[in-house]
């Protein structure tokens, strides 16, 4: 679905360890293969990066892709970053047409972790937990801090144990809701020790003890999220319209908002139920004015998208009966108008 393109990395075509980090462009590199670029990264034996080698395919340009982005998600790599679930991050494996090339919350995160300016004490807090499911903790179940417009500002995923840990969380009020890696994002898409987790079923819920305040320079330990069973709701496409009614396309990529539009949202997936399963915006910028509609395995609905709406990932929310999953990060607002005239 959607019209994105993968991204292979620690594929190591071509590429080679000559002490230089570099970045090449190579005419059909991955004829046919549906591959836009490849990051090489290698490692001593003490097991710090030693190398990183970019190779992109000049196909991207006459193929419309987002090569700003492409590059961006590239460097993610040769930093260190492995690809993210998260629709909206530059690290999510597929790369469109469209979309805007600005980190999202999560990575910032990430990159500031692996190269500290100050200590992460003071940058944030650190929130830590576990994911239990029937049969104990989960492994490489995506952990997410949502802060109260929304967002999804941090993600984690479970080791062995089901445990996480979340560092540098900015101030703020959050909700923490644990989510499979059940498409559009694998753990196959994953690098290392999460190819080796096994793809399990269980509901997206949030943790115990509601909504948690987050101050800078403290840590929030023994935070619990407990997901029994299996479920049938799997969110894996959206889509956005100018208004109801005209056509529309549903895609594994993030749709793109602006500040004081009204669209018509659509998210499908597995598990819809006409005249049941119903998607929720939680932002207060984003405000339903029709009834949802249905069509195949799909919702969708009209909103109205205030004109001070925020700028960054939201997450969608699905409901079906008792039954609720996400789409973390599957709307990016695009900058005001009112931002893009500041100068720097
Ligand atoms: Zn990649």
Redesign the pocket.
């Known amino acids: 679905m959607g019209d994105g393109r993968r991204?292979?990395?620690h594929n190591g075509e071509k590429a080679g360890k000559d002490g230089q980090n570099s970045i090449t462009f190579i005419d059909g590199l991955f004829k046919d293969q549906n591959f836009l670029?490849v990051?090489t990264n290698w490692y001593d034996d003490s097991g710090h990066m030693a190398e990183a080698d970019i190779q992109i395919d000049p196909s991207v340009v006459p193929g419309g892709y987002n090569l700003q982005l492409l590059v961006e998600?590239?460097v993610?790599?040769l930093l260190g970053l492995d690809?993210s679930g998260v629709l909206s991050s530059v690290?999510y494996?597929f790369v469109g047409r469209g979309g805007i090339a600005a980190l999202d919350s999560d990575e910032k995160l990430a990159i500031a972790e692996l190269y500290p300016a100050v200590d992460p004490m003071n940058a944030g807090g650190i929130l830590t937990g576990r994911v239990n499911g029937d049969g104990g903790g989960i492994f490489a179940a995506q952990v997410v801090a949502l802060n109260d417009k929304g967002q999804p500002v941090a993600i984690a995923l479970t080791n062995q144990q089901g445990e996480f840990e979340l560092d540098g969380v900015p101030p703020g009020t959050y909700q923490l809701y644990a989510e499979p890696l059940d498409g559009p994002v694998f753990l196959q898409n994953l690098s290392g020790i999460w190819q080796t987790a096994k793809n399990e079923s269980f509901p997206t819920e949030f943790a115990d003890g509601g909504p948690l305040h987050v101050e800078a320079g403290r840590i929030y330990g023994n935070l619990v999220v407990n997901s029994s069973g299996t479920t049938t709701l799997n969110p894996k496409w959206i889509g956005v319209s100018a208004a109801a009614g005209s056509d529309m396309s549903l895609g594994a990529m993030p749709i793109v908002v602006s500040p004081g539009q009204t669209v018509n949202i659509a998210v499908g997936g597995d598990g819809f139920v006409s005249g049941m399963t119903t998607l929720e915006i939680p932002n207060r910028s984003f405000r339903r004015t029709s009834n949802f509609s249905y069509a195949g395995n799909y919702v969708s609905a009209t909103f109205n998208v205030a004109s001070d709406a925020p700028s960054g990932s939201l997450t969608v929310l699905v409901k079906s009966g008792n039954q609720s999953a996400a789409l973390t990060g599957g709307i990016r607002v695009a900058g005001s108008a009112r931002a893009r005239v500041v100068r720097r």
């Open positions: 991204c292979s990395d670029a990051t998600h590239e993610g790599h690809h690290m494996p």
